[in-house]
């Protein structure tokens, strides 16, 4: 065993030996892993083995592609066969929104080259010939689906890393990590200590423990799945054809062919939890008790959809336990205060997402950032409030939804509500109908008097549609409260706070009692945040972004933070606030503060401290919305306070609550971007629009010489706005844009501007395109005609948020 490397990859199934074997393709070869038994003894040696693309992050479906077409490439190099068997597959639609939903998940694939295709349900039957057709209403097929052998996978990766350089430990446990002043750590395992200067917890079902090693609680849990190995159908043995992988949503099946027989997987609605609280370290290739009564619902649903499996009988049953996050995708990057710490657990299919996590680890590794867009899968989107029991209560929820539709609309219910504002109560006897975000509940609309809080879930405009369009229009005409405690607010501080930020932030930085708008971006010149910045007093900051970015950015700033002289803080719930935006706002202001708020004494971009009332704040004159408004920040204990004072002196001024949905609207019809949408680590400022933003008279800030290059090159892509000819259904993102009869773009974001009276939509399109005007964006399967519009649709001019 050698006794220093570059990085040690704690954990040997598949993912870990993904990961090993890419860091050794982008350039590491003194790398090792370390693995406590036999490769596979975790997950990875009794799983289904299936192979598809469905994800519901399109950046991570693109993800899956890349890793069942890295198979071909990890056999050539090791010799190792990897078992891979390309079928093809179908998705079968039971009902129309799941035609719907496959629908959006075919286009959504169009713009990322993935070839899926609808197939009428003859042919359907045709080609998998144990359906029994009636059961559908649609079919989709994918040319990429189908199964390979765990095993022949997992050894490949490791083999073929081995023959680029890297070493395997098998028998050996990683039993303390210990982080080393000057950098790196030491792996110990029961074999001795190798110091690393990077580590990998690539753990699976111990990754929990691994993560405690450096006093982390990851949020992963395992549950136990189920699948069965019929015996020889007739059917099956007969057909001259490998039959079709297939993917059954109502029944919660996946299915393909093993031998001459099927083998059938099930996600149930009543999935259970395995080893909650500790993984046994005495945990090896074992498998749990089979319980076919708990999947026996989903084996009703199989044996009318599929009849011949009704006739055939069970060979084997396999219970076997594997690792979800809380959302289902998996938890991935650098972790925030451990240096050279690194995750790639939460893989809950391997074999379909291992390759993909493991070339973006190794580029994060290796060149400093994933060279993707992997914010589905970054370990920073969790916080410190996933703790154990949160994760528990959402990965059974996920578990059970594994085959449901998530509606664009749909906010799920387990786990909530867990962090609160103190005006929650007040805001739900308005009828606030409540999202949560970085576990935050917060008001998405408010449901009129005596009207029922609760959203009806679909593909098109819901119930929420007119009570939002009043929001809006309260907001245009008069005035509207909302709250906005779920923004990320930072307190920047110290002799070298101005410096500091300057160096991070693109944009020159504030004066006292000034605001600007400032991205963030990598030394890749690509945007990975985009923040407002005050300076309430010399040297001292308030930063403002996103809330599910809090954990992310915290990351980043920490990492670039020098030894001394600057202080950051992420305010959280400390700090907590509501925007008053609408023509009327500034009366409503002044009727609570001693202080001159007149266009001329508090201009747009101005920002103070005051008390309105009794209660003390700090006023920014921004809003979102792009009207004429106020950002009033004040610390939790009087939340409630502000919040009765706003409410009451606004009554006479047509005062309304309004949500996120129309805020939303409001800056669709501003072409306002927002991060995770518009902005995220694949574009550059340029192509985003934000270049005014950008001030390359400073000499000295992260990505200058890209975000030069960028500028004088000129962006590829440019960021538009679309009118829509829309029908009941609006873009809410990731729809293809077509042009001239080619997909050539794609949206962020989409919606409905209320007070413009049409659909919106922002999206990304080839910089040579943004002279032309006519567009289609497919909707549900639909191509609707698309105008580009080269200004705002709402006060172009910017007039009344100066006003
Ligand atoms: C029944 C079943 C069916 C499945 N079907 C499919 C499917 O069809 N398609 C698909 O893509 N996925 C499927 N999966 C999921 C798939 O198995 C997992 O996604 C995958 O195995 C996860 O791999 P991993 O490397 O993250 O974890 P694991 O396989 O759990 O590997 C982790 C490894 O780390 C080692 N380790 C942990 N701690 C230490 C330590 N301290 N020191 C040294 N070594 C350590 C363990 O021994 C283990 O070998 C299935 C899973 C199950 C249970």
């Known amino acids: 065993m050698k006794s220093h490397v570059q990085a040690v990859v704690i954990g040997g199934g598949v993912v870990g030996c993904s990961v090993l074997y890419h860091l050794t393709k982008a350039g590491w070869r003194d790398v090792a892993l370390v693995e406590r038994d036999e490769l596979t003894s975790g997950s990875s040696w009794h799983a289904a083995g299936s192979v598809h693309t469905v994800n519901l992050d399109p950046n991570v479906a693109k993800l899956q592609q890349y890793t069942i077409n890295l198979y071909k490439e990890i056999e050539a190099i090791s010799g190792q066969s990897c078992g891979v068997h390309i079928t093809g597959g179908l998705m079968l639609a039971g009902t129309a929104a799941r035609l719907d939903w496959l629908k959006q998940a075919h286009a959504r694939g169009r713009y990322l080259e993935m070839e899926t295709q609808f197939v009428s349900l003859d042919e359907a039957a045709r080609t998998f010939p144990l359906m029994d057709k009636k059961y559908f209403v649609g079919a989709l097929y994918d040319p990429i689906e189908g199964h390979v052998d765990p095993a022949g996978v997992t050894n490949a990766y490791a083999k073929a890393a081995r023959v680029q350089g890297a070493e395997v430990y098998r028998f050996t446990r990683v039993t303390e990590l210990v982080q080393r002043r000057e950098g790196g750590w030491d792996v110990v395992t029961d074999k001795g200590t190798i110091r690393a200067e990077h580590v990998v917890n690539a753990g699976g079902l111990w990754a929990r423990e691994v993560g405690r090693m450096v006093g982390l609680e990851l949020p992963v849990l395992a549950m136990q799945h189920q699948y069965l190995i019929t015996e020889e159908i007739p059917e099956v043995k007969a057909s001259a054809k490998e039959m079709l992988h297939v993917i059954d949503f109502e029944g919660e099946i996946y299915m393909r062919q093993e031998g001459n027989g099927m083998l059938l997987g099930t996600y149930e609605r009543a999935g259970v939890p395995w080893s909650e609280q500790n993984t046994p370290w005495d945990f090896t290739h074992e498998l749990l008790a089979p319980d076919l009564d708990r999947i026996a619902p989903s084996l009703e649903v199989a044996f009318r959809h599929y009849p011949a499996l009704e006739r055939a009988g069970i060979r084997k049953v396999i219970n076997g336990p594997f690792t979800f996050a809380p959302d289902g995708n998996p938890v991935v990057g650098p972790v925030r205060g451990r240096p050279n710490y690194w995750v790639a657990c939460g893989v809950m299919a391997g074999f379909c997402q291992g390759g993909g996590v493991g070339l973006a680890l190794s580029n994060w590794m290796v060149h400093g950032d994933p060279g993707f867009d992997i914010w589905a899968m970054d370990v920073g989107r969790f916080g410190d409030w996933t ?27 387990a786990a909530r509500p867990l962090r609160t504002s103190p005006v929650y109560d007040r805001l739900k006897q308005c009828g606030a109908v409540f999202g949560a975000a970085f576990g935050l509940e917060h008001a998405l609309w408010f449901a009129p008097a005596g009207g029922e809080a609760s959203e009806d879930i679909t593909f098109r405009r819901s119930n929420a549609h007119g009570p939002v369009g009043e929001e809006c229009r309260a907001v245009r005409h008069a005035v509207g409260l909302m709250e906005i405690s779920t923004y990320s607010k930072y307190a920047v501080t110290g002799p070298g706070a101005e410096a500091w930020l300057s160096r991070l932030l693109t944009n020159r930085m504030p004066a006292t009692g000034r605001i600007v708008l400032a991205p963030m971006l990598n030394p890749q010149g690509m945007l990975i945040g985009d923040f407002t910045v005050a300076q309430l007093a010399n040297e001292r900051f308030f930063v403002f972004g996103s809330g599910i970015a809090e954990d992310y950015h915290m990351r ?28 009327r706002s500034r009366e409503l202001l002044r009727r609570l503060v001693a202080v001159d708020v007149s266009n001329e004494a508090f201009p747009f971009l101005s920002f103070r401290a005051m008390d309105l009332g009794m209660v003390p704040a700090l006023v920014g004159r921004i809003t979102f919305t792009g009207d004429l408004g106020y950002e009033v920040w004040v610390s939790a204990d009087y939340q409630c306070a502000l919040y009765d004072l706003l409410v009451e002196a606004g009554r006479d001024l047509g005062l309304r609550h309004f949500g996120a949905r129309a805020l939303h609207a409001l800056r669709l019809e501003k072409s306002f971007g927002t991060w995770a949408r518009e902005f995220r680590p694949i574009y550059g400022p340029f192509e985003a629009g934000l270049g005014r933003f950008v001030d390359f008279r400073k000499h000295d800030f992260i990505g200058r010489d890209a975000a030069l290059k960028e500028k004088e090159a000129g962006p590829k892509r440019r960021l538009v706005t679309f009118v829509v000819d829309a029908a009941d259904a609006d873009c809410i993102g990731d729809e293809p844009v077509w042009h001239d009869g080619k997909v050539v773009g794609w949206i962020t974001s989409g919606g409905f501007g209320h007070h413009v009276g049409k659909s919106l939509a922002l999206g990304y399109i080839p910089a040579e395109l943004a002279a032309a005007d006519r567009f289609e964006i497919e909707i549900l399967g639909e191509r609707r005609t698309a105008t580009l519009t080269r200004r705002p649709v709402f006060d172009p001019d910017g007039k009344r948020m100066r006003s």
């Open 387 to 413: 703790t154990r029991a949160y994760t528990n209560a959402k990965v059974r929820e996920n578990y059970a939804r594994r085959f449901q539709i998530r509606f664009p609309n749909e906010e799920l219910p």
């Open 556 to 583: 980043w700033f920490a990492a670039q933070l020098p030894e001394n002289g600057v202080a950051i803080r992420a305010l959280r719930s400390e700090l907590t606030g509501f925007s008053i935006a609408g023509p």
